[in-house]
Nanobody, 123 residues
Framework: QVQLVESGGGLVQAGGSLRLSCAASGRTLSDYAMGWFRQAPGKEREFAAAISWSDGRTMYADSVKGRFTISRDNAKNTVYLQMNDLKPEDTAVYYC????????????????WGQGTQVTVSS
């Protein structure tokens, strides 16, 4: 099992930026996909971005493509989500998740989850 702790959320004005961090511990992540999901009030949790720990390939939801960047720091066992040009519709709780031996957006395949961090974008 992987333990995940998110940080970096907060309140920002539209057009601003935030960087979320997800510190992972508990096991080697070499065969994991690491993802960021988000859940707005009254909505389903949705995929935002993912990165392969082994080779660094990335994928993004259309809604964040070109504005968000996911990256990893192997030495720190940390995944980041740089969010630029934030919009009010990006307001949500953002969750970091880990999926062993998987590459994709299917939420149910992400086995381990962090506690979430709130991002609020004001207009």
């Amino acid at each position: 099992q992987v333990q995940l702790v998110e940080s970096g959320g907060g309140l920002v004005q539209a057009g601003g930026s935030l960087r979320l961090s997800c510190a992972a511990s508990g096991r080697t992540l070499s065969d994991y996909a690491m993802g960021w999901f988000r859940q707005a009030p009254g909505k389903e949790r949705e995929f935002a971005a993912a990165i392969s720990w082994s080779d660094g390939r990335t994928m993004y939801a259309d809604s964040v493509k070109g504005r968000f960047t996911i990256s990893r720091d192997n030495a720190k066992n940390t995944v980041y989500l740089q969010m630029n040009d934030l919009k009010p519709e990006d307001t949500a709780v953002y969750y970091c998740a880990a999926a062993p031996r998987f590459w994709g957006v299917t939420r149910m395949r992400y086995r381990d989850w962090g506690q979430g961090t709130q991002v609020t974008v004001s207009s």
